[in-house]
């Protein structure tokens, strides 16, 4: 059986619940890397300075003349120095002030602020960072080729509805690539790091100090929880400086006229946006570098480049933050930490536990794909590395959620569930101590408060001996002293997901009224990052149903309903708030994750999606680790649906579309429309849709990332076309968009009495499919008069026969709005029922909200026709050509459409092989760009 790394304070351990401390708590583990220093026992001889000069008064000087002379009599008095002690406080007296007092007068002038000593003392840094098993493991360059996954994006990646418009993006774990130096001073000056909780975000920030300082700049790396802490106002230089606690700035002239100079070679590193107690101000009052104001303001004004603006600025969050920030602190770029490779894990399992390295590996994927998915999250592995030992074989299984991984941890280092008992300790006592633990970690979290003080937990009636017990904190200070009173001391806990591990223990032991009000917060668009983790936390806790049938019911009727008011409706129709979209698709993402922790509840939630009637099932996943979620769900509940829409990550891999076809196929029923977006350009892709061609009863839509060579696109439709004959899928038709194009496929044996109504939506009760020229049975129109009251109407017209038939259908229904036609003209479409059809709509004042129109140049008469056809639409008229074009042509295009557009808000998209132009909708003016 394997030990357990030694819990016991050293020199190189002090990040268990049951380290303790030799010195009075005074050692800690320094996750506090901006400007912190660990409480240790530094020689007496090493006094640093212990407070600014120039705001150190009389009192303040002779009590710290006092101690510095009692700490030398103790020392001295040890080692027998009695006889010598009027002597030595003379030497001692003069040492400090040589160590730590500048003199200042008129006759001499302060020393200059020396770069080359400021640089010397960035190289010898020592660039360290926190795990699970050490207080301080050193940065190697190895780590720079070792990284989590990262994706580039932009914001307006976030919030853009043309996925199709971005190239494809592939993920790297080499730092160079995502940093390269060239680009420090490049335009992109604001810089977000991204990603879940525990996915690496901190670790990857200090990894760049080490990396930016080998390279001649100078990273100032803060934590928003620490700097977070200062009160009052301070000068920028003055936060500056808090980054390099240990380095005396002599002249602050000196050192802004070298900031102001050098801003070029600075960045600016800034750890947890999301645990900031604050917002970024919109309106940022006016600031210099020589003015005071708030922690908050400075923070703000870099942001939005009002000061520093040469320098780069990089932070991390969680995504929600990001998302929330106003349009003049958004982020130039964004990075996504999706977790670690393979090989990426094997590396930092072998780092941890060098030993096991090949035991651990086979047990996690022995143990299926969400203990494997949590495995790729770096703080999770930390965990499941620290506590691996043989007898966890049987403990973990497929089904072991996010949850009991930490319930197993606290369990394992603590030796009871979620709390230790000390020797003479009775057991109601330690209850009581580790619910004083999470009642106090609850009202922190709400007050946004990552880092306090030892002051704060005694007003809890707890020593700090006793937290430290029931959980993992570092213990720190930012100033550089021997002696570090109580309110010096800096706490915080060792990751901010065992802090919300703690408050979901608060909150489940809450009664039921304040239960229901909590829950009911944890829902909020914006607040998402805050409450992400409590609540898969408390979804895992309400699993072991354990808590009460009152508070099951009422966080699984929130869950439940959240949910189905995510999925059942397309978010960008339902938010035209491009930040609430995003906002939304978020939750959406959480809630998923959140569902895979409530295995012994799916009896419930599968009542909401399997009813008699269908629902639209419609899936924004944000990233890689958002996976499993929607994959679980298809898998166990097994819903009834009318449209499944899935939109795909970057970064995806053909195991995981594997995963998700293979769920599709294992549905019970067929689904009527499905589409997917953003689909990879990967070996086996194509292969695999034959599964969800399978599945599809009647529209399939695939959506690819990215512009392909023509001839690549061509062999992806052949091998589309073959799936459809070869399995005899008569009933689908695939259409494939690539750029802005889009490719009909239908089975070879179609014919137009086949089906022609394609409908994303459900039009109500009765048949499946609308046949467009036989009108014989009244029936035949019921579900469209049913879709027509709901203004749900969508059609696909390929030939002649249906747009007949969709002109006597029209008349029959007389429906007040379409929602969108889309045309594939052919030769087999003339000239003079197109133009029936159009004066059917005009006469019968429907009115359509989008109208496209592919293979514009088959149809003869072409210009007479578009003044008829954009009569009635009313968002977007969009025509597509495939031959090329010149200026001439597309002026008189628009000259000819522009006396005929009669909707104000109108968006016209044309689009030419060569060319493409638009009219705003909001400007009325049209732009052209080359393609």
Known sequence: MDELPNTEPSASNHSSPNARNNEQHGEGNNLLTTGTTNITDSNVNQVTCIDRLDHMNVENLQQNIQQYVHQNIQQNLQQNFQQNLQQNFQQNL????????????NNQNEEEFDEERFREYFTQMECTYADMFTKGRPITADMYENTPVVLESSFNDLNTKKVEQQPPRQGT????????????????????????????????????????????????????????????????????KSACPDFRFNDSKSFEAWVDKSGKKIVLLLDGLDEAPFLIQKNVPHTNIQSSATVATWISSLFSGKIMKQSKVIFTSRPSSVTNLSVSHRPNIIYTLNGFSDESLVRVIRSYKSEHTNEIISFIRSKGSNVVSYARNPFVISLISLIYKSSLESVITAETTMTEIYRIAFEELSSSIHNQKKENETEMENKAIATKVDKFYYDKFMEMKWAFTEEDINKYGLELQQFENQSWISVSTRRSSNSIAPRDKIITPHHPSLMEYHVSWHIINMDVKDFKNVVTQMYELHDQDRWMMVRRFLSGHINTGLFGEEKRKVFLQRFVGELKNLTTQDLLTRFSDLVKYEQASLLQGCLFNDMVELGNQLKFIKTAFTGTSPINFVVHVKDIASMEGPIYFLQNVDPHLEQLTIELPDGLTFDHFNRISTAVEKLSKKVSFIQFTNIPLIIGVVDELKRIIAKSDGELLLHYNCRIADDEFEKIKIQ??????????????????????????????????????????????????????KLGKEKTFTPVENAAKNNWLDFCICDENELKGLIELLMVVKPTIIRSIRIYLSSDIRWKYLQMFCKTINKLEIKVLTMQVFNWEKLE??????????????????????????????????NHIEPHILSPNLEVRIKFENFAVVRSSSTHKWNGTQC
């Not at 056809?869 to 025509?879: A, G, N, P």
């Open 173 to 240: 774990t080499k730092i160079a690539d995502v940093f390269p130096i060239e680009a420090v001073t490049s335009g992109k000056r604001l810089v977000a790091i991204i990603g879940e909780p525990g996915a690496g975000k901190t670790v990857y920030l200090e990894t760049l100090r080490p990396y930016y300082i080998e390279r001649g700049f100078y990273p100032f790396l803060f934590d928003f929880k620490n700097i977070a802490s200062i009160t009052g106002d301070i000068t920028l230089i003055e936060l500056l």
């Open 94 to 105: 003069q040492q400090y002030f040589r160590a730590n007092i500048v003199i200042n007068n």
């Open 720 to 773: 589309i076309q073959r799936h459809i004959d070869e399995y005899e899928f008569t009933k689908t038709h695939v259409i494939l968009l690539h750029g802005d194009r889009r490719h009909l496929i239908r089975h070879s044996s179609y014919t137009s009495m086949t089906s022609s109504v394609i409908k994303p939506s459900s039009f109500g009760e009765g048949s499946k499919m609308i046949n467009l020229i």
């Open 861 to 894: 008469a072409s210009l007479e026709i578009i003044p008829l056809l954009s009569m009635k639409v009313e968002r977007s008229f969009q025509i597509f050509y495939l031959d090329e074009t010149n200026e001439t042509e597309v002026n008189g295009l628009i």
